[in-house]
């Protein structure tokens, strides 16, 4: 066991909450978070590439990108931290920065904006980043096959999805966890192929 | 926030005035890294500037990530990482990097996976 002063091991983690605009992220992001959600903002200039280091940036075209995220302390030495990404998917520069070293990414879906998330599921595809599928239910009710919504995403079998309140800690609670749970069976499976 | 509002521009800082307009931090730190403040930083005496005592004292209680104190400063996510960098040079921070899941075929996945199984278990328990 640590004792509160010994802080060597202290180490953190996070998941990815992405999907279109409006879906539910920060709301999801709240929902289980012991702290408001906050947000942080980054700027890209094109002339960052190359800036000396003494010299002042020169005024030139930047992109400002928000994000929020939420905390939950795991143990006193690690703490889990959910990034909600920026609505808009043409600031790629800050998904690359999000995505890396992350446990996984939940998606959050609409189904009545399916193709919001389309763009989001290719780059997880990409960079081989365990995600699963999370369809926010607004009107309170869960009135699309599963199946359908699966086809209509073109996502495979293995892929877990799963109906949410994103609002309710305990379904939050419940989508974190199948997230973790899949990642650690990916795992398992890659260890005995191997083996 | 952490600093007085009562600045009439709103802003607390300019972004890259405090860090002389560099924008390369001189380490890499991810925005879930965790900073907390030495004991040097907490002596207060080798501080440089209004900056670096809002984030010694952020830091001196529970820790908080890169992307909290770029937050709660509101300062832009680079601005934040340049200071942290210089002050961990100095020694006023230790900044203890996260775990990262990369899925390199070489990485040693045993440390991983016991920390999944520790993530797993503390959600399981909220
Ligand atoms: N009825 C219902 N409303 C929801 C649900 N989840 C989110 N909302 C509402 O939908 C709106 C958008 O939610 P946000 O959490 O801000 O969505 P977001 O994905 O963070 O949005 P952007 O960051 O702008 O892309 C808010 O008014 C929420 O209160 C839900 O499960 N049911
Ligand atoms: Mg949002």
Known sequence: MNSPADTSRVTSAKI?????????????????????????????????????DNNLVPDKATTTVAMDFGRITIDQDLILYLFGTPGQ???????????????????????????????????????????????????????????????????????????TDARNRESTKQVLIKLVEYVLSMRRTRTVGVG | MVLGGD????????????????????????????????????AGQFLGGREQKVIVDLCGGRLQSLAEIA??????????????????????????????????????????TELLERVLSGLRRL
């Open chain 1, 16 to 52: 990815v909450i992405a999907g279109g605009f409006g879906v539910g992220k920060t709301t999801l992001v709240g929902s289980v978070s012991e702290i408001t959600p906050l947000t942080t903002e980054a700027i890209m200039t094109s002339a960052s590439e190359g800036v000396d």
């Open chain 1, 89 to 163: 998917t043409r600031f790629w520069f800050m998904w690359d920065e999000l995505v890396r070293g992350a446990i996984g990414a939940i998606v959050l879906v609409d189904t009545r904006r399916l193709a919001d998330c389309f763009s989001v599921i290719d780059f997880f595809e990409h960079r081989k980043l365990p995600y699963l599928v999370a369809v926010n239910c607004f009107d309170g009710k869960q009135m699309h096959d599963l199946q359908d919504i699966r086809d209509a995403l073109q996502v495979s079998q293995d892929v877990p999805l799963m109906y």
């Open chain 2, 7 to 42: 600045e009439p521009t709103g802003s607390l800082v300019r972004p890259y005035a405090v860090t002389r307009g560099r924008t390369r931090p001189q380490l890499e730190i991810a925005l879930e890294a965790l900073v907390e403040t030495t004991a040097r930083g907490r």
């Open chain 2, 71 to 112: 937050a709660r400063m509101e300062v832009p996510l680079g601005v934040a990482r340049v200071l942290v960098a210089d002050m961990a040079a100095d020694g006023l921070l230790a900044v203890h990097e996260p775990t990262g899941f990369s899925d390199d075929p070489g990485a040693d996945e045993s440390v991983g």
